[in-house]
């Protein structure tokens, strides 16, 4: 059988080292709440285009690491991560198809249900958000898909991911 070989790697993990940038990177405190979740994008993305790649047990490590590095409780990225890869994944071939405002619909959809699985778990610890602007970062996330998935895209076809 032939070995395929597979391209890009070291591009794929540039795009979460800037995904993850983006996620700690100050913002001012009007802007904050309106923050995208880039690496929840990122990931989305990478499991749409390369699903055999990028799938849960990255969605799990990128959660270990935004855990770490935004000091929340160690596990609740990573479950809502893996969640949202594992439905991703699932759903990718009917995904890739759908028009890019339809795909900014599954996406705020996406995020939404990685939120849901954050707050559930915050609110089991007791810390649950005080105002509707915790689902912010859902909006601002689906608006931005077009942008996100045509850039991914692009540096995808330039370095030849595969």
Same mark, same amino acid.
């Given at each position: 059988?032939?070995?395929?070989?597979?391209?890009?790697?070291?591009?794929? =993990?540039?795009?979460?080292?800037?995904?993850?940038?983006?996620?700690?990177?100050?913002?001012?405190?009007?802007?904050?709440?309106?923050?995208?979740?880039?690496?929840?994008?990122?990931?989305?993305?990478?499991?749409?285009?390369?699903?055999?790649?990028?799938?849960?047990?990255?969605?799990?490590?990128?959660?270990?690491?935004?855990?770490?590095?935004?000091?929340?409780?160690?596990?609740?990225?990573?479950?809502?991560?893996?969640?949202?890869?594992?439905?991703? =994944?699932?759903?990718?071939?009917?995904?890739?198809?759908?028009?890019?405002?339809?795909?900014?619909?599954?996406?705020?959809?996406? =995020?939404?249900?990685?939120?849901?699985?954050?707050?559930w778990?915050?609110?089991?610890?007791?810390?649950?958000?005080?105002?509707?602007?915790?689902?912010?970062?859902?909006i601002?996330?689906?608006?931005?898909?077009?942008?996100?998935?045509?850039?991914?895209?692009?540096?995808?076809?330039?370095?030849? =991911?595969?």
């Amino acid at each position: 059988m032939a070995e395929v070989k597979k391209h890009g790697g070291r591009v794929i =993990v540039l795009t979460f080292l800037a995904a993850l940038f983006l996620t700690v990177i100050p913002l001012p405190e009007l802007v904050r709440a309106f923050r995208p979740e880039w690496v929840t994008l990122v990931l989305i993305y990478w499991c749409l285009a390369l699903p055999t790649r990028v799938n849960i047990g990255i969605a799990w490590l990128m959660g270990i690491v935004v855990d770490v590095l935004t000091g929340t409780l160690l596990g609740q990225h990573a479950l809502a991560m893996a969640v949202v890869a594992f439905v991703t =994944v699932k759903l990718h071939k009917q995904i890739r198809v759908y028009p890019l405002w339809q795909q900014a619909l599954s996406i705020f959809t996406l =995020v939404a249900l990685g939120q849901l699985l954050v707050v559930w778990i915050k609110g089991i610890a007791g810390d649950s958000p005080q105002t509707w602007l915790y689902w912010m970062p859902s909006i601002t996330s689906g608006l931005l898909w077009p942008a996100v998935f045509i850039f991914l895209r692009d540096v995808r076809r330039k370095f030849r =991911v595969a």
